[in-house]
Nanobody
Framework: QVQLVESGGGLVQAGGSLRLSCAAS????????MGWFRQAPGKEREFVAH????????DYSEPVKGRFTISRDNAKNTVYLQMNSLKPEDTAVYYC?????????????????WGQGTQVTVAS
């Protein structure tokens, strides 16, 4: 079992930045590739970013590519999402997730453990 707790969300003006953190506890954090997803009101949860267990490989959805950066510190059992040049359409609840199985990492069903989410609101 892995427990995930997100933090760092808040209200920011368009063009601003936020850094989300996801602290993990439980089983060995370094075993798990990690992802960030988001869910806007009235919309389905969608993939944002993914990082391999070692941090050597990352991937991003098209809407955030070039603006967001996912990273991890395995010594601190933490994964981060640095969000720059934020837009109102980035407003959503952001979730981190840990993946214990093989499968398409852009798919919600591939992830086994989820945090409770942190709200990000970008004002225009």
């Amino acid at each position: 079992q892995v427990q995930l707790v997100e933090s760092g969300g808040g209200l920011v003006q368009a063009g601003g930045s936020l850094r989300l953190s996801c602290a993990a506890s439980g089983r060995t954090f370094t075993n798990y590739p990690m992802g960030w997803f988001r869910q806007a009101p009235g919309k389905e949860r969608e993939f944002v970013a993914h990082i391999s267990s070692t941090g050597g490989m990352t991937d991003y959805s098209e809407p955030v590519k070039g603006r967001f950066t996912i990273s991890r510190d395995n010594a601190k059992n933490t994964v981060y999402l640095q969000m720059n040049s934020l837009k109102p359409e980035d407003t959503a609840v952001y979730y981190c997730a840990a993946r214990a199985r093989l499968g398409p990492y852009r798919s919600i069903s591939t992830f086994d453990y989820w945090g409770q989410g942190t709200q990000v609101t970008v004002a225009s």
